[in-house]
């Protein structure tokens, strides 16, 4: 079975690009704890109407909330899983392995990368919430404008994709990123990607990672 893959990186290093190309073309399944956190707002509920706000402002949603939603959305069993934006945190990472993997074959990917050059592409993305497409208005632009090529449904474009909010979003992934590495590097569990080169070139660089496991 293919190993679990976390990806680890910074606001717009490209892991929900990644995680779609695994997905379409070596059948993993994919969780995001962001998309999960989305969905839950869309649904209006008053646990929704809490985390708008959160998430808005860039800040990170508690622990308990977000394990609450992970393993609700998650059945590891026979399944080979990219988990997307969790962890956030080093309580986070202890978490998953704990309550999560349970000892299952994975791997931590890190999306290393120059944080200056990813404002860029965060302002310019717009999303497909339902086929799950993610757009660059300069680097992928969709063909015909705002709408999604695959299932032609309304581009998105996230409210916490402005400016502001990702230097927040930015700063606290620097406070927290160093532990998280240091724990899976020191379990031998840790890989590196250059996240600035091509989302062509990172997917290959990817798939030569998990084959060589
Ligand atoms: P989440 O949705 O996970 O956002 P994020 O981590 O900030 O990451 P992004 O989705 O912004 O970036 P990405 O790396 O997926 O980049 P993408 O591939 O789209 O989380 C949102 C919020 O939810 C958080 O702020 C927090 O509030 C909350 N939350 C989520 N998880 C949580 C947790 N575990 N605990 C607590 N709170 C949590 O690419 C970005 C753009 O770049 C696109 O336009 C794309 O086309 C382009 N691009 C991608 N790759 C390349 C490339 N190689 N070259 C050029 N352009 C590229
Ligand atoms: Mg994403």
């Keep these: 079975m293919k190993p679990q893959l976390i990806l680890i990186g910074a606001p717009g290093s490209g892991k929900g690009t990644q995680a779609k190309n695994l997905i379409d073309e070596m059948g993993y399944n994919h969780i995001s704890t962001g998309d999960l956190l989305r969905a839950e ?21 508690d622990d308990a909330t977000v394990l609450e939603l992970l393993n609700a959305n998650c059945e590891l069993e026979g399944k080979s899983y990219i988990f997307d934006g969790y962890p956030r945190n080093l309580e986070q990472a202890k978490a998953l392995d704990e309550h999560v993997l349970k000892g299952a074959n994975s791997m931590a990917i890190y999306f290393d990368i120059d944080l ?49 909010t990702v230097r927040n979003r930015m700063n606290i992934f620097k406070e927290n990123v160093d532990p998280i590495l240091e724990y899976y590097e020191g379990q031998g569990r840790l890989q590196r990607v250059n996240a600035a080169s091509s989302a062509v070139e990172v997917f290959e660089l990817i798939k030569k990672i998990i084959d060589n496991k």
């Design 41 to 61: 707002i869309a649904k209006g509920s008053e646990l929704g109407q809490k985390l708008k706000s959160i998430l808005d402002a860039g800040n990170l949603v």
């Design 116 to 164: 200056e050059i990813l404002i860029e592409r965060i302002v310019n993305r717009r999303t497909a919430p339902k086929s799950g497409e993610i757009y660059n208005l300069i680097t992928r632009p969709p063909k015909v404008p705002g709408k999604c090529d695959v299932s032609g449904e309304d581009l998105v474009h996230r409210k916490d994709d402005n400016e502001d």
